[in-house]
């Protein structure tokens, strides 16, 4: 089965850690977020970050990888993560880990 995903964010690589940018359609998701854990608690949650991968050696398009990430910073719609594998990355989902 092929599901068609808007991607809500970009992952950006930078030094020792990781950005992502929510688009500013999608900033219901950081509100969502925020909500759950209360404003100024962001520091040190645990994320899942749904994001397809686009490395050269993927070979279905179509696959998306989850990946576990700890929230460092929050300015907005830009949230600072502790290092992932992933850059230039479509973002399709951000949820607190509530496992973690």
Avoid at 63 to 76: C, F, I, P, S, Y
């Amino acid at each position: 089965m092929h599901l068609n995903l808007e991607p809500i964010g970009i992952i950006k690589k930078v030094a020792n850690k990781s950005e992502i940018l929510i688009y500013s359609d999608f900033e219901q998701v950081i509100r969502n977020i925020v909500s759950k854990i209360g404003e100024g608690a962001e520091k040190g949650q645990k994320l899942l970050v749904v994001h397809k991968n686009n490395s050269n050696k993927q070979v279905d398009g179509h696959q998306v990888q989850v990946t576990k990430a700890t929230l460092l910073e929050r300015k907005g719609n830009l949230l600072t993560i502790s290092k992932i594998e992933a850059n230039e990355d479509s973002v399709i989902d951000v949820r607190l880990d509530l496992t973690a």
